[in-house]
Every structure is written in C-alpha cells, then in structure tokens.
C-alpha cells in the first residue's frame, strides 16, 4: 500500500513555470523504482486526462500531445518522489493535478491503469 502527497501547485501567469513534487509513502524498504508514474489534471466541468507517464526506470516517458516539448517528467527514488516541471504555462493547463503510481514497468496515460493516487494539487494559469 502506498500514500502519495501531491504539492507544488499554485497561481501563476501565462508563460511561467511550476514544479509539481509527489511524494511517495509505503511499507518499509519498498522502492519507488519498481512503480511507474503517471501524472493526471482535470479542469472544472472535464474529464481527468493523462498528462504524463514515466516507467518504472525512469528511462522511458510519453507526454500527451498538449504539453509535449513543455512539460518534463521525472523521479527520484532516493527520496521516493516524483516529479512535473511545467514551464511555458498556458490558461489551458489550468486544473487539478493528480500523481499516480502502479506496481509495473510501463508508465502510460490511461488513470485506469494505476492503483495510487495522490490527493491533487492546484494548478491556475492566468492570461
């Protein structure tokens, strides 16, 4: 069983840039590294979407078209926590942000595919 903790969100103007960290939680001598990430947002009145996914490595990760060549993805499994940086915000990336984690080795971008989940951080982009 795992607890992730999602923060970093906040206000922030068209065109800046935001760190999400999720902080990540279980048994004692679990490993991160044998989780795959996935970040998710969801926008008043959508559908929670898939915004990023990272493998269980570290070596592989898909974006979602909307954020690719903006948005990184990264973990650190020392310190048991996941990564999204965000830069060149847009008012569209404004949502709810979710981290995600499963016991596999492919990250992906359907939410169906994870297990855990964090409680969401806020994330407003303004024009």
């Known amino acids: 069983q795992l607890h992730l903790v999602d923060s970093g969100g906040g206000l922030v103007q068209s065109g800046g840039s935001l760190r999400l960290s999720c902080t990540v939680s279980g048994s004692p001598g679990f490993s991160l590294g044998s989780y795959a990430i996935g970040w998710f947002r969801q926008a008043p009145g959508k559908e929670r979407e898939g915004v990023s996914g990272l493998s269980s490595s570290g070596g592989t990760a898909n974006y979602a078209d909307s954020v690719k060549g903006r948005f990184t993805i990264s973990k650190d499994n020392n310190k048991k926590t996941a990564y999204l940086q965000m830069n060149n915000l847009k008012p569209e990336d404004t949502g709810a942000y979710y981290c995600?984690?499963?016991?596999?080795?492919?990250?992906?971008?359907?939410?169906?595919?994870?297990?855990?989940w964090g409680q969401g951080t806020q994330v407003t982009v303004s024009s």
């Open positions: 995600a984690a499963v016991h596999r080795p492919r990250g992906t971008l359907n939410s169906a595919d994870y297990d855990y």
